[in-house]
């Protein structure tokens, strides 16, 4: 791993206080598989840039070193404070192992470059749609923001457009570590 990830991943602790991480059942983290952003820390107010306020793009992610046998990755972003539970705004998946990282604006297509899909999640107004979907809270209160990574010993399985039950379920025992970072934003 290279010097400065290193150093910018030893500044994204586990969790922040007031928050709980939510770790997944069975998993065996390891150490160095951390969950960072260029653009913020853990638990700081996400950048306008990438809210439905502003441009609505994808942040960069890094993420350190998986568990040994790591074949594929699944990222996904919800608001675990919605009013109707979960506010999916990110689903992608079969993220190739040797990746450490996706730059900032991603693009919103069912397939990537990479060969990884991205799924469904809920645009605002727009409906269902592929592809990042930032913040975009109702007034009051920020909400909280999880980004999750989870490294996993085989890819899904699926196609483009999944939701995130169908990627959950594919990933039931094939879950080796994950790591989670949590922002807030709100309006």
Known sequence: MCLALAALLALAVPSVAGWKTRAAPDVNNEVGFILASTRFKPGEIIPQKYTCDDKDVS?????????KGTKSFVLLMEDTDAARGSWIHWVVYDLPA?????????????????GAKQGQCWGYDKGERIGYAGPCPPSGLPHHYVFSIYALDAGTGLPPRATKAQVVESMKGHILGSAELMVRYGR
């Open 59 to 67: 942040p960069e992610l890094l993420w350190g070193d998986p568990p």
């Open 98 to 114: 040797r990746l450490r990282r996706l730059p900032e604006n991603l693009a919103k297509k069912e397939v990537l470059p990479t």
